[in-house]
């Protein structure tokens, strides 16, 4: 399943509410629903599934307003947040993912890692211990794990260094580094 596929799924699971969903490409918001018009509108270019299926978790429990926009404190933002993260979790989970993935997942769904983290871990210990284990991989050797996902590599592919150290855990103080040892190992120059 890619990005594309799971945003149809969650605009499916919005629309078996009754709710219409329309695509806006120059729509100033990710997403919003209205539950009283039974209309959700998004941004296809900027939404993800982590911000649908937080719009999703609003229809399901039938929240009608906001106090004001990213309004933070309000109950309802916090309780779609967490269930919009196990929304997706389970559907990561059945997909193949697991605990190791952690961080995949947030990337792939654009759930943010500290909320997700906190989430996932009260529901799985398994989580917790593994992301406090310390990872003994150096850097080289994640290196190579991470230059392995890429088909081919050229002058023209694109590197993403914090990708890298926040997919492994690398603490942000070791970039240059990652960015040197990514570089060498895929002997390409740094521009």
């Given at each position: 399943m890619?990005?594309?596929d799971l945003i149809e799924l969650i605009v499916f699971n919005i629309?078996?509410?009754?709710?219409?969903?329309?695509?806006?490409?120059?729509?100033?918001?990710?997403?919003?629903?209205?539950?009283?018009?039974?209309?959700?509108?998004?941004?296809?270019?900027?939404?993800?599934?982590?911000?649908?299926?937080?719009e999703l978790m609003h229809i399901k429990n039938g929240d009608m307003h906001r106090f004001q926009d990213y309004d933070t404190l309000n109950p309802q933002e916090a309780k779609a947040n967490r269930e919009a993260i196990l929304f997706l979790w389970d559907i990561f989970e059945t997909q193949?993912?697991?605990?190791?993935?952690?961080?995949i997942f947030c990337e792939f769904t654009g759930c943010p890692f500290y909320l997700s983290y906190s989430i996932i871990s009260e529901i799985s210990n398994d989580v917790i211990e593994f992301l406090n284990?310390?990872?003994?991989?150096t850097i080289e050797e994640c290196a190579d794990e991470y230059l392995n996902d890429f088909d081919f590599i050229s002058d023209t592919t694109i590197i993403n260094i914090e990708s890298f150290l926040k997919?492994?855990?690398?603490?942000?103080?070791?970039?240059?580094k990652a960015r040197n040892i990514l570089f060498s190992?895929?002997?390409?120059k740094r521009v």
């Open positions: 890619n990005k594309q629309q078996n509410y009754k709710i219409d969903v329309i695509e806006v490409a120059d729509f100033p918001a990710d997403a919003i629903t209205n539950n009283k018009r039974k209309i959700t509108v998004y941004n296809p270019e900027t939404i993800t599934p982590y911000k649908l299926a937080h193949g993912g697991s605990h190791h993935d952690i961080s284990e310390e990872d003994s991989r997919r492994y855990g690398i603490n942000f103080n070791q970039f240059d190992k895929a002997n390409l």
